[in-house]
């Protein structure tokens, strides 16, 4: 079965330095990975798709299927960064629609 | 447009007890999704949906029941309710990879 772990609850960072969530991920398949986002009193969000190979707000993330990582990324950090941050894997259900299994979360506190 | 919203915000039930949540999007989108979230444990799939008329099983589906009259509806019931599904619900529909959230509804059961 497919698993999402962060391994951080809680990362604490000041403004302006740099920011790493870690996310890694076993899956026997070919992942598809994502991070998503909730902002304090706002919904779930995708921030970034891994295929994409965008750079969304100053982020990026890569796969990294030697290490089956997939870190997030942001060289400065900025207090409107401050959320809770998701990585998700898609992975295929029996009907072969692919679903998310999310990791646990990682609250990105970013300090003036 | 709404997006995704999620009736009721809050419920407070006793063990035994029944109810359904309701998920309504009006984005046309084939597929929608129940999670529920508990503390240190990110979300788990409950039940999802790839169209009107059908369901399916996900990671935790155990004492919960779904149904998808309506393609702009899911529904999800607890038929009785039991302390371990004291929750944070989201539900979500999509058309293709991304994802869209309901802002969550918060189930207590006593």
């Known amino acids: 079965a497919q698993r999402v772990t962060q391994p951080e609850k809680l990362l604490s960072v000041f403004k302006g330095a740099p920011v790493e969530l870690k996310c890694n991920y076993s899956?026997?398949?070919?992942?598809?990975l994502f991070w998503y986002v909730q902002y304090s009193r706002q919904r779930l969000q995708l921030l970034l798709r891994?295929?994409s190979r965008e750079s969304i707000k100053g982020f990026t993330a890569d796969l990294n299927k030697g290490e089956t990582s997939f870190h997030l990324k942001k060289p400065f950090a900025q207090e409107e960064d401050s959320a809770m941050y998701y990585c998700?894997?898609?992975?295929?259900?029996?009907?072969?629609?692919?679903?998310?299994?999310f990791g646990s979360g990682t609250r990105l506190q970013v300090q003036p | 447009n709404a997006g995704v919203t999620q009736t009721p915000k809050f419920r407070v039930l006793k063990t035994g007890q029944s109810m359904t949540l309701l998920c309504a999007q009006d984005?046309?989108?084939?597929?929608m999704y129940w999670y529920r979230q508990d503390p240190g444990m990110g979300l788990r799939l409950i039940h999802y949906?790839?169209?009107?008329?059908?369901?399916a099983k996900g990671e935790v589906p155990d004492g919960y029941n779904v149904s998808r009259l309506k393609k702009q509806n899911f529904l999800l019931g607890l038929e009785s309710a039991a302390p371990s599904q004291t929750s944070v619900y989201f539900c979500?529909?999509?058309?293709?990879?991304?994802?869209?959230f309901g802002p969550g509804t918060r189930l207590t059961v006593t």
């Open positions: 979500a529909s999509s058309f293709d990879y991304e994802q869209y």
């Open positions: 899956y026997s398949g070919s992942p598809e």
């Open positions: 891994h295929i």
């Open positions: 998700a894997l898609s992975a295929a259900m029996d009907t072969g629609r692919r679903a998310l299994t």
């Open positions: 984005m046309n989108h084939e597929y």
């Open positions: 949906s790839v169209g009107e008329g059908t369901t």
